[in-house]
């Protein structure tokens, strides 16, 4: 199971509950190979965006980024991001996607290692001996992170009453 502590239902009677993702649905949209936009905030307190892959090491998601990257400076500034995920639907009837917000924490070791061949395996599929040592070669370069989330938000336009499909017909 993910970890998506925090909120994740919004109030009864709000527009929004209407195309809330349960926390089930939120797992399973978030335990796809998706491309995450990540955002930290940079100095002058502007958001910097970043598309990036991610993955999961004891059910929390993490990421993987350079020493030397903007992402990682502004981290280590104020370790609070926003994670948007969303599946790339083309029409409005079928949007669906979930906002992260919380802050990051570092992982390193073995723990790290384990993020790192989780977010490989996802996106490259899997690895032989070799692989493995490639992932580790690599990581010598790179810092580990976890997201600790403190509120999720998510959509899933398919629910409303009436929705269309790409097709023009109506969600069922």
Not at 73 to 96: P, W
Not at 140 to 165: C, I, N, P
């Amino acid at each position: 199971m993910v970890d998506v502590e925090g909120p994740t239902q919004p109030a009864p009677g709000n527009r929004r509950s209407l195309v809330a993702m349960t926390d089930e649905e939120v797992g399973s949209f978030l335990a796809r190979p998706l491309t995450m936009s990540l955002a930290t905030i940079s100095p002058g307190g502007q958001p910097h965006l970043a598309a990036m892959w991610y993955g999961f090491v004891d059910g929390t998601i993490g990421f993987l980024t350079y020493r030397g990257s903007q992402k990682y400076k502004n981290i280590q500034r104020d370790a609070r991001v926003t994670c948007m995920f969303e599946d790339g639907s083309r029409s409005y009837e079928q949007l669906r996607g979930v906002v992260l917000t919380g802050h990051v924490a570092q992982v390193s070791g073995e723990r790290m290692e384990r993020l790192a061949y989780d977010i490989t395996e996802r996106y490259q599929g899997p690895l032989d001996n070799a692989g493995r040592q490639g992932v580790r070669a690599g990581l010598r370069k790179r810092l580990g992170f976890v997201l600790e989330v403190a509120h999720t938000a998510s959509w899933d336009h398919a629910k409303q009453e009436g929705a269309r499909g790409a097709n023009g017909h109506r969600a069922s």
